[in-house]
């Protein structure tokens, strides 16, 4: 299995600044054939279910405002939030699709 | 847009067999994989496996061997079963909308997920 790590578990970020969650895969999920990233990121909101934000490591999904965006390849990746809102607060998920699918454990992202 | 709607009972006893269906509306479930995702009270996400609406299905191999996923396309639904339960399964149970391929692995939609415990 490819395990996902995560970090920091949790972060508090003022309003307007910038939050930064990593994840590292214990093997690469960059598949040579298409050069493509098998990364997704998901948010989710206490009480809901987790919703898709950005696949293949960088494309946001339609309707996920630009301030969240996507980077990293082979073993390392992150998402940044570039001016965190209120309604940003959540759990934040990192998930390979290359071998199977695997989540990260979460990090938690509130308000300072 | 498409939703998804999961059913079933909500306490189940243990070693007794887990059943859920999810119910897809507002489009088709031709053409793309759908999968089952599980989540233990505040803990995070674990996949559970996937059905293309065609039958074919991949499991998590961690719970292979206890787990069967079926497809009803002419109903719109697909069904989830897990077999001989322990108080570990309790969890909320997702169900999800995966790609139109096997490698376009992510999911969304998601259901609104349903709880259920295993408790005697």
């Known amino acids: 299995d490819i395990v996902m790590t995560q970090s920091p578990d949790s972060l508090a970020v003022s309003l307007g600044e910038r939050a930064t969650i990593n994840c590292k895969s214990s093997q690469s999920v960059l598949y040579s054939l298409n050069n493509k990233n098998f990364l997704a990121w998901y948010q989710q909101k206490p009480g809901q279910p987790p919703k898709l934000l950005i696949s293949w490591a960088s494309t946001r999904e339609s309707g996920v405002p630009d301030r969240f965006s996507g980077s990293g390849s082979g073993t390392d990746f992150t998402l940044t939030i570039s001016s965190l809102q209120a309604e940003d607060v959540a759990v934040y998920y990192c998930?390979?699709?290359?071998?199977?699918?695997?989540f990260g454990q979460g990090t938690k992202v509130e308000i300072k | 847009q498409v939703q998804l709607q999961e059913s079933g009972p909500g306490l189940v006893k243990p070693s007794e067999t887990l059943s859920l269906i999810c119910t897809v509306s507002?489009?088709?479930?031709?053409?793309?994989?759908w999968s089952w995702i599980r989540q233990p009270p505040g803990k995070g996400l674990e996949w559970i496996g996937h059905?293309?609406?065609?039958?074919?299905?991949n499991y998590n191999p961690s719970l292979k061997s206890r787990v069967f996923i079926s497809v009803d396309a002419s109903k719109s639904q697909f069904s989830l079963n897990l077999y001989s339960v322990t108080a570990a399964d309790t969890a909320v149970y997702y169900c999800a909308r995966e790609g139109v391929d096997f490698w376009s692995g992510y999911s969304g939609p998601w259901g609104q997920g349903t709880l259920v415990t295993v408790s005697s």
């Open positions: 059905i293309y609406y065609s039958g074919s299905t």
């Open positions: 998930q390979q699709y290359l071998s199977t699918r695997t």
């Open positions: 507002g489009g088709s479930i031709s053409g793309y994989y």
